[in-house]
C-alpha cells in the first residue's frame, strides 16, 4: 500500500522546524502526549458521565485502545505504526465534555456561529489552543488524520482522499483521510468503543450479557478483547493486497447489529437520557454566562480578575493568555472563546464551574462577641 502524496507534504508542519532523532511522527506522539488537552483525556467520559467506578471507559483509555489497535493492523499490512499511534492518540482531542451529549448540546448552543464537531474542533486544538494560542505543531499527516478520523460514520471500506486538502478551510466532518494510516485509525475508533461500550452498560446495569443477540455472542463475543480480536484479524485479511482498509461483508454486517443494539440498549437508553439532560443544563449555563462576561470585559482583564466569581478570573487568565491568537489571527468572537473554553472542561471540571456560577463564594466574617 503506497500513500498518494509525496511523503514531503505528508511531513511537512505548519512552521518548518529541524526533526531529531525521534522522526516526525514519533516527535508527534511526545507533543500530543505532553499536552495540557491530552492529560485531560482521564477525566472526560465516553458515554457514562463523571463516573464513580474507576474501571469505567474514559476518552484517554478509548485513544489507548484506538492507538494499540491502529499500530496491530498497521503491523499486519505493512504500514507505518508511528504515524497510526501518533493519529490515534490525537484523535480525539476536540471532544467536549459528556462525551457526544455533550458535542451535541455545545453544537446547538453555538449553531448560530460556527457549531461544534470534535474532529474540526481537534484540529483547532493542535494548531491554535494548545501551549497558549501557539499549537502543537503537528506534521500534515497528523492534522489530516484528527480532522478526518469521523468515528461515526459507518462504510465497509475506505481509500485515502488522493489530494491535497487545506484542512483549516474544512467545514463538515466526513473528509477522507490522505493516508492509508488514517483510514485504518478511523476503522479502530468503531472496533475500539462497540465492545468497550458493552462491557460498560453490563457494569452499569443497564444490560446483562444474554441480552446481546446470539449471533453477535456466537460470532463475536461478548467481551472487549474478544470483539477487538474477531474485527482486527478480519480488517488484516481483507485489506491485504488491495488499497482500501475495510471490513469482510460478514463481519461489517455484525458490526452493524453490534451497533443497531448498542444504540437501542445503551446510548439511548432513558437512565442515560436523564443524564444528557443534566448534562445539557449545565452546558447552557456555562455558555451563557461566559459568552456574557466575553461580550463585557471583552479585553479589559482587571474586570474579570476583580469578580466575585472564580470561573470569572481564570477565564479571564485564559483570554489573555490566547491574547495572541483572540483578536489576531482570528476576530474576537465572545460565543466562540465560551465554547472553546467550555469544551476543553473535564465532566467534573464544568460541575464544579457550574457551581461557582450557580452559588457564590461563602462571605467571610471576623469572629467576635
Same mark, same amino acid.
Given at each position: 500500500m503506497e500513500n498518494p502524496l509525496p511523503e514531503k507534504v505528508y511531513k511537512g508542519r505548519r512552521k518548518p522546524r529541524k526533526e531529531d532523532v525521534r522522526g516526525p511522527y514519533f516527535r508527534d506522539q511526545t507533543a500530543i502526549i505532553h499536552s495540557l488537552p491530552f492529560r485531560r483525556l482521564?477525566?472526560?467520559?465516553?458515554?457514562?458521565?463523571?463516573? =464513580?467506578?474507576?474501571?469505567?471507559?474514559?476518552?484517554? $483509555? /478509548?485513544? @489507548? +485502545?484506538?492507538?494499540?489497535?491502529?499500530?496491530?493492523?498497521?503491523?499486519?499490512?505493512?504500514?507505518?505504526?508511528?504515524?497510526a499511534?501518533?493519529?490515534?492518540?490525537?484523535?480525539?482531542?476536540?471532544?467536549?465534555?459528556?462525551?457526544?451529549?455533550?458535542?451535541?448540546?455545545?453544537? =446547538?448552543?453555538?449553531?448560530?456561529?460556527?457549531?461544534? $464537531? /470534535?474532529? @474540526? +474542533?481537534g484540529l483547532r486544538i493542535v494548531d491554535h489552543l494548545t501551549r497558549y494560542g501557539k499549537g502543537l505543531n503537528l506534521t500534515y499527516a497528523v492534522r489530516d488524520g484528527i480532522i478526518s478520523h469521523y468515528g461515526e460514520e459507518f462504510s465497509p471500506s475506505i481509500e485515502p482522499y488522493p489530494a491535497k486538502k487545506e484542512l483549516t478551510q474544512i467545514k463538515n466532518r466526513g473528509t477522507r483521510p490522505t493516508t492509508f494510516e488514517g483510514c485504518v485509525v478511523r476503522m479502530s475508533d468503531k472496533i475500539a468503543y462497540f465492545g468497550r461500550d458493552i462491557e460498560d452498560g453490563i457494569k452499569a446495569g443497564l444490560i446483562e450479557e444474554e441480552d446481546i443477540p446470539r449471533r453477535i455472542r456466537r460470532e463475536l463475543g461478548t467481551k472487549n478483547g474478544e470483539i477487538i480480536d474477531n474485527f482486527v484479524k478480519d480488517v488484516i485479511r481483507w485489506s491485504k493486497g488491495k488499497n482500501r482498509i475495510g471490513f469482510s461483508e460478514d463481519r461489517f454486517s455484525l458490526m452493524e447489529d453490534l451497533k443497531e443494539f448498542n444504540y437501542s440498549n445503551i446510548y439511548e437508553h432513558p437512565r442515560l437520557k436523564r443524564y444528557s439532560n443534566?448534562?445539557?443544563?449545565?452546558?447552557?449555563?456555562?455558555?451563557?454566562?461566559?459568552?456574557?462576561?466575553?461580550?463585557?470585559?471583552?479585553?479589559?482583564?482587571?474586570?474579570?480578575?476583580?469578580?466575585?466569581?472564580?470561573?470569572?478570573?481564570?477565564?479571564?487568565?485564559?483570554?489573555?493568555?490566547?491574547?495572541?491568537?483572540?483578536?489576531?489571527?482570528?476576530?474576537?468572537?465572545?460565543?466562540?472563546?465560551?465554547?472553546?473554553?467550555?469544551?476543553?472542561?473535564?465532566?467534573?471540571?464544568?460541575?464544579?464551574?457550574?457551581?461557582e456560577v450557580i452559588f457564590p463564594e461563602t462571605i467571610e466574617f471576623d469572629g467576635g462577641e
Open positions: 482521564k477525566n472526560k467520559t465516553q458515554v457514562f458521565f463523571a463516573p =464513580e467506578n474507576d474501571h469505567i471507559c474514559t476518552r484517554i $483509555e /478509548h485513544v @489507548l +485502545h484506538v492507538s494499540t489497535i491502529s499500530a496491530t493492523i498497521c503491523k499486519g499490512l505493512g504500514l507505518d505504526v508511528e504515524l499511534q501518533a493519529i490515534a492518540l490525537g484523535h480525539d482531542l476536540g471532544h467536549a465534555p459528556f462525551g457526544h451529549s455533550g458535542e451535541k448540546i455545545l453544537n =446547538e448552543l453555538n449553531s448560530d456561529n460556527r457549531g461544534f $464537531e /470534535h474532529e @474540526l +474542533h443534566h448534562a445539557k443544563l449545565i452546558l447552557e449555563i456555562l455558555f451563557d454566562h461566559l459568552r456574557g462576561i466575553i461580550e463585557e470585559y471583552e479585553k479589559d482583564f482587571s474586570r474579570y480578575y476583580a469578580s466575585d466569581i472564580p470561573l470569572d478570573r481564570r477565564v479571564g487568565d485564559y483570554v489573555e493568555h490566547h491574547d495572541g491568537f483572540y483578536g489576531a489571527e482570528e476576530e474576537f468572537n465572545p460565543s466562540q472563546i465560551a465554547l472553546d473554553y467550555i469544551a476543553g472542561m473535564t465532566d467534573s471540571y464544568s460541575l464544579k464551574a457550574a457551581k
